[in-house]
């Protein structure tokens, strides 16, 4: 059967042994606070803890760039229940039913697919690069043309220009394929991850702007905010 991986990051002190559930699966758990020279229990660990979900997202795929699964989700290490996983759009929140009824052969038709189906948090429009005047507490609105620019080599007005609004649903949970993935090389997973290491925006920042950066990385427009019912009819089918 294709190969189909699970990856997350967690700290030391959260529980992930519901993934075992999930056995059909491969896992890859990056383990995001251990001291400089540990070793990680899971076999995987970041550099360092920082931008939340980005990092190990970004490590994964650059670590396994060369022999990809078909399909790979990218999760938060929470299972379920309300509000650590309010987020999980499945019965209870729960994680493990989320990915046993996700529609594999969708994400291999879309290439990338957001895991969350309700646009509560994140559409129409959660990104406003022009607004005016700066809404001073949207610090990720603030910084998102300036990390999308380094990202993809550009000048900031022209992204501002070319992507005024950036909307999806929030929460960077998603599925990729095999295929997606690959339009992109190592190299340029290599310098997302570089960039993010290096960047001095503080954690919450960096971690919004990338959530909200994946499904156009991974293809999609710059508003994705696909219809709730046909959603849940198409991902969780």
Same mark, same amino acid.
């Given at each position: 059967? +294709?190969?189909? #991986?699970?990856?997350?990051?967690? !700290?030391?002190?959260?529980?992930?042994?519901?993934?075992?559930?999930?056995?059909?699966?491969?896992? #890859?758990?990056?383990? %995001?606070?251990?001291?400089?020279? #540990?070793?990680?229990?899971?076999?995987?660990?970041?550099?360092?803890?920082?931008?939340?979900?980005? !990092?190990?997202?970004?490590?994964?795929?650059?670590?396994?760039?060369?022999?990809?699964?078909?399909? #790979? %989700?990218?999760?938060?290490?929470?299972?379920?229940?309300?509000?650590?996983?309010?987020?999980?759009?499945?019965?209870?929140?729960?994680?493990?039913?989320?990915?046993?009824?996700?529609?594999?052969?969708?994400?291999?038709?879309?290439?990338?697919?957001?895991?969350?189906?309700?646009?509560?948090?994140?559409?129409?429009?959660?990104?406003?690069?022009?607004?005016? +005047?700066?809404? +001073?507490?949207?610090?990720?609105?603030?910084?998102? +043309?300036? %990390?999308?620019?380094?990202?993809?080599?550009?000048?900031?007005?022209?992204?501002?220009?070319?992507?005024?609004?950036?909307?999806?649903?929030?929460?960077?949970?998603?599925?990729?394929?095999?295929?997606?993935?690959?339009?992109?090389?190592?190299?340029?997973?290599?310098?997302?991850? *570089?960039?993010?290491?290096?960047?001095?925006? *503080?954690?919450?920042?960096?971690?919004?702007?990338?959530?909200?950066?994946?499904?156009?990385?991974?293809?999609?427009?710059?508003?994705?905010?696909?219809? %709730?019912?046909?959603?849940?009819?198409?991902?969780?089918?």
């Amino acid at each position: 059967p +294709p190969r189909k #991986a699970i990856v997350m990051g967690k !700290l030391s002190s959260e529980d992930t042994t519901w993934v075992s559930e999930l056995s059909d699966w491969e896992s #890859a758990i990056y383990i %995001v606070d251990l001291q400089l020279n #540990a070793t990680s229990p899971s076999g995987h660990r970041t550099k360092i803890n920082k931008s939340k979900e980005a !990092l190990p997202y970004l490590t994964y795929i650059v670590e396994n760039h060369s022999n990809f699964p078909e399909t #790979a %989700v990218f999760v938060h290490a929470h299972r379920n229940g309300w509000p650590q996983a309010w987020h999980n759009d499945a019965p209870n929140y729960d994680a493990v039913q989320m990915l046993q009824t996700l529609n594999l052969e969708y994400v291999q038709q879309q290439g990338y697919v957001n895991l969350r189906c309700k646009t509560d948090v994140g559409c129409p429009n959660e990104m406003i690069l022009n607004r005016t +005047p700066p809404n +001073p507490i949207k610090n990720a609105e603030h910084a998102y +043309p300036h %990390v999308y620019a380094a990202f993809f080599d550009m000048s900031v007005e022209d992204v501002r220009e070319k992507i005024p609004v950036v909307a999806t649903p929030c929460c960077a949970q998603f599925a990729v394929s095999k295929e997606q993935v690959l339009k992109r090389g190592k190299e340029e997973y290599e310098k997302f991850l *570089d960039l993010v290491l290096e960047s001095e925006y *503080d954690d919450e920042t960096l971690g919004t702007v990338l959530e909200y950066m994946w499904h156009m990385i991974f293809g999609k427009d710059a508003v994705h905010c696909p219809d %709730v019912g046909e959603c849940y009819e198409r991902v969780y089918g």
